[in-house]
C-alpha cells in the first residue's frame, strides 16, 4: 500500500459520521510523502519551526504553530512524540490540529 492510499483510504475516511479535515504524511526533510486534497501549503519555517519542537519540546509554545499561515495555539503535547494546536475563533475553539513524530516522519491531522 502507499502512503497516498493510507492517507486516501484510512485517514480521511468516514468513521460514525466524522472525518479528519486534511491529512498529510511529511519525512523529517520536509518532503510531502502523501497528502489531501486540501492540505495547507506549508512553508519551509513552519516544517523547522514543527522539527525543532520535536527537539525542543515547548520551543513552539510562545509563539504558536503556523501551517499554512494559520495560526494554532499550542496545548497539551507529548515531549518528542506529539505536538497538539488549536484553532480559537472567537473564544470556540473549532479546529484541533495534531502532529505525530515518527522515526522518519511526521503525521499532519487536522480535525
Same mark, same amino acid.
Given at each position: 500500500?502507499?502512503? #497516498?492510499?493510507?492517507?486516501?483510504?484510512?485517514? $480521511?475516511?468516514?468513521?460514525? /459520521?466524522?472525518?479528519?479535515?486534511?491529512?498529510?504524511? !511529511? /519525512?523529517?526533510?520536509?518532503? %510531502?510523502?502523501? #497528502?489531501?486534497?486540501?492540505?495547507? +501549503?506549508?512553508?519551509?519555517?513552519?516544517?523547522n519551526?514543527? $522539527?525543532?519542537?520535536?527537539?525542543?519540546? /515547548?520551543?513552539?509554545?510562545?509563539?504558536?504553530?503556523?501551517?499554512?499561515?494559520?495560526?494554532? $495555539? !499550542?496545548? +497539551?503535547g507529548?515531549?518528542g512524540?506529539?505536538?497538539? /494546536?488549536?484553532? &480559537? $475563533? %472567537?473564544?470556540?475553539?473549532?479546529? %484541533?490540529?495534531? &502532529?505525530?513524530?515518527? &522515526?522518519?516522519?511526521?503525521l499532519?491531522?487536522?480535525?
Amino acid at each position: 500500500m502507499s502512503w #497516498q492510499t493510507y492517507v486516501d483510504d484510512h485517514l $480521511m475516511c468516514e468513521i460514525e /459520521g466524522n472525518h479528519l479535515i486534511a491529512a498529510a504524511i !511529511v /519525512g523529517h526533510d520536509g518532503t %510531502f510523502w502523501a #497528502q489531501s486534497s486540501n492540505f495547507p +501549503q506549508l512553508k519551509p519555517e513552519e516544517i523547522n519551526g514543527i $522539527m525543532n519542537d520535536f527537539a525542543e519540546p /515547548g520551543s513552539l509554545a510562545p509563539t504558536g504553530l503556523y501551517l499554512g499561515g494559520t495560526k494554532y $495555539m !499550542v496545548i +497539551q503535547g507529548e515531549p518528542g512524540a506529539v505536538i497538539r /494546536g488549536k484553532k &480559537v $475563533m %472567537f473564544s470556540v475553539c473549532y479546529c %484541533f490540529y495534531f &502532529v505525530y513524530n515518527t &522515526v522518519k516522519s511526521h503525521l499532519h491531522c487536522c480535525l
